[in-house]
């Protein structure tokens, strides 16, 4: 299929970008690495009169740590990620492994992680790495620039708090500690399909053993990806178990609220959930040394 | 809307519609057809090119308008005079194709893989050829030939050519 006619404007600085949304308002649409958005256009799920198109602004090309944040431009590409010096350090290991299983390694190379935490797809990857990660996105608006944490970001399926005539110019990652690791779980049932079910984890260790601090989310359990809370608070302060890995598995599973399709029934989905769960948490856990 | 984009070398100036994805645009408004569309929702890697000398795109999914004052490399780019490219040699001797659909987006997904790295392991080169499907399903070959080419590619470089 052909996409619906549209207008294309070029823009070459962020400046550029804003004042022509600003002007289309919500006819426009903000193109950056297209791969979801163009197959949406395609499948006329999308229509969109004016695409504004940022992939020319270099001076939102960019990958860089800043005042205890990764900060990822608009048009970073996911390949930016998987293929940067710092990835194997295991703080880092979250970002790693979902860096590897987004789509597959060619749509990699132009789809960007802005972009994919805009499109908020059900079944994103880079949406529940965000909120097990405690991401935020930087939006420009008519009154200036804001910086908007990822639970508030993320509204509804395919909606996000980037309102008419905005543009999310960042996404930021804090940079973890010495004694965190994380772990990205997907079921897909081919290289490029959308997940079965997906967890994201990360874990942050006190000097004692214990665990400072949790993020745990999934995506494709539901409307948008979803933040595991109940499992993280759970798992606050104890030492790693056994028992305790269980629990957050089966807060997963009761949180998740998959749709049933080809990829598998609601009860399949949900138990999948729980079990990516725990085995995100072992494999985070594990990365620290710690075996349970 | 008029576009100038530079193919294997030439420049197309052609007038087109924001609309016009990138593979049509080679294919009917460049006369390449070498450039192939499979499944035009960019599952199966039928259509990729290299976009400024290092990116695989699958050109299904990107406009002919963005690539306008950008460098594509299509398979009609590969060879130089009547030399084949060394990733088409390498799919000439290890059979990498069967019915050949496939093979344009195989190589230029294999160019840039090989430009990223050019000692790859065979899990590597797996991995890299995971968003191009083969419905003859010839992958044993296709990962051979371009492990044959990555090693002529190598070879050429050490010896300075």
Known sequence: MIPAAFEYLRAHSPDEAFAQLQKHGGDARVLAGGQSLIPAMRFRLARPSVLVDVNEIAALDYVRTSDGMLNVGAIARDSAIERASWIGDRRWSLLHDVSRVVADPVVRQTGTVVGSLCHNDPAGDWTAVALAARASVVVRGKTGTRT?????????????????????????????????????????????????????????????????????????????????????????????SADLIRAAADAASTKSAPQADLRGSIPYKKHLAGVLVARGLRQALGRLGVNV | MKVNVTVNGTVYEREVQPRTLLAYFLRENCGLTGTHVGCDTSSCGCCVVVVDGGRAVKS??????????????????????????????????????????????????????????????????????????????????????????AGKMREAVSAGR
């Open chain 1, 148 to 240: 908007v944490a990822i639970d508030n970001f993320l509204v509804d399926s395919f909606t996000t708090a980037v309102g008419e005539g905005e543009i999310a110019l960042e996404a930021r990652f804090p940079v973890p500690d010495d004694r965190s690791a994380g772990s990205y779980q997907k079921v897909e049932r081919k290289v490029g399909d959308f997940a079965t079910a997906a967890a994201a984890v990360q874990v942050s260790l006190n000097a004692d053993g214990t665990i400072r601090s949790a993020g745990i989310a999934l995506s494709a359990a539901g409307p948008c990806a979803v933040r595991v809370d109940d499992a993280e608070r759970a798992l606050t302060g104890q030492k790693p």
């Open chain 2, 60 to 149: 299904c999914s990107m406009f002919a308008a963005q690539a306008d004052g950008h460098e594509i490399l299509t398979v009609e780019g590969l060879a130089s005079g009547g030399t084949l490219h060394p990733l088409q040699q390498g799919f000439w001797d290890q059979h990498g194709l069967q019915c050949g659909y496939c093979t344009p987006g195989m190589m230029l997904t294999s160019y840039a893989l090989l430009k990223q790295n050019a000692n790859p392991s065979e899990a590597e080169i797996r991995e890299g050829l995971a968003g191009n499907l083969c419905r003859c399903t010839g992958y044993q070959n296709i990962v051979k030939a371009v492990q044959q080419a």
